[in-house]
C-alpha cells in the first residue's frame, strides 16, 4: 500500500519540481489570411416561343429565366451574342438550311431589373454598350434571376417548319 501511494507523490512532485526552474514565457502573434475571389455561374432555360401565326397582327412574345449565382460584392454582365444564324440586321432562327422563305426573325430584350418582377424593355440584349444587362452587385451568394424577353415581329412570310437557333450567353464579372 505504501507503494501504490509513493508513484502518485513522486508525479506530483516532478511536475511541481520541474515548473520551479521555469523561468519565463514567450509568444508570438501570427496572422491568417484567405481571399475570396469574384466567381459567378449562369444557367439559361430554353426560350420557347410556341407556334407562330404569320397572319396575327401583332409580335409573338416569349420570356425565360436567366439565373446568376454569384460570390457576394461580384458585380456580374451579361452579354448575348447574335447567334449562330444572324441575318446582318436581325437574330433569326431557321428551318431546314435557312435561306429565302427558311427564317424567322426575332430579338431578344432586357429587363428593366434583375428578379422575377423584371418587366421587358425595348433595349435589345447583346454583347456590347447598353446592350450589355448590369446585374449589379451581388447581395449574397444566392441564386438571382433576371428575365429574358423574345419577340417575333408578326408579318413574316415563313415556310412551315420548326425554327430554331442557338444564342451564347456570357457572363462577365
Excluded at 59 to 75: Q, S
Excluded at 91 to 102: E, L, Q, S
Aim: with cysteine.
Amino acid at each position: 500500500m505504501t507503494r501504490k501511494l509513493f508513484l502518485p507523490l513522486a508525479a506530483i512532485a516532478f511536475v511541481g519540481y520541474s515548473q520551479a526552474f521555469a523561468t519565463g514565457t514567450a509568444t508570438s502573434t501570427f496572422t491568417t489570411n484567405a481571399h475570396i475571389d469574384s466567381s459567378c455561374t449562369m444557367s439559361v432555360a430554353d426560350l420557347d416561343f410556341g407556334a407562330y401565326d404569320p397572319f396575327a397582327a401583332g409580335a409573338l412574345t416569349g420570356k425565360t429565366d436567366v439565373t446568376v449565382t454569384c460570390t457576394r460584392g461580384a458585380v456580374p454582365t451579361i452579354a448575348m451574342d447574335n447567334g449562330s444564324h444572324f441575318n446582318g440586321s436581325l437574330r433569326a432562327m431557321i428551318t431546314g438550311t435557312g435561306g429565302a422563305g427558311n427564317e424567322l426573325s426575332y430579338e431578344l430584350f432586357q429587363p428593366d431589373a434583375v428578379g422575377p418582377s423584371g418587366a421587358l424593355t425595348t433595349v435589345a440584349w447583346g454583347s456590347t454598350g447598353v446592350n450589355v444587362f448590369n446585374a449589379g452587385s451581388a447581395p449574397n451568394k444566392n441564386a438571382r434571376t433576371v428575365k429574358l424577353f423574345g419577340s417575333i415581329p408578326a408579318g413574316q412570310d415563313s415556310t412551315v417548319g420548326t425554327y430554331a437557333d442557338s444564342v451564347t450567353a456570357t457572363v462577365n464579372f
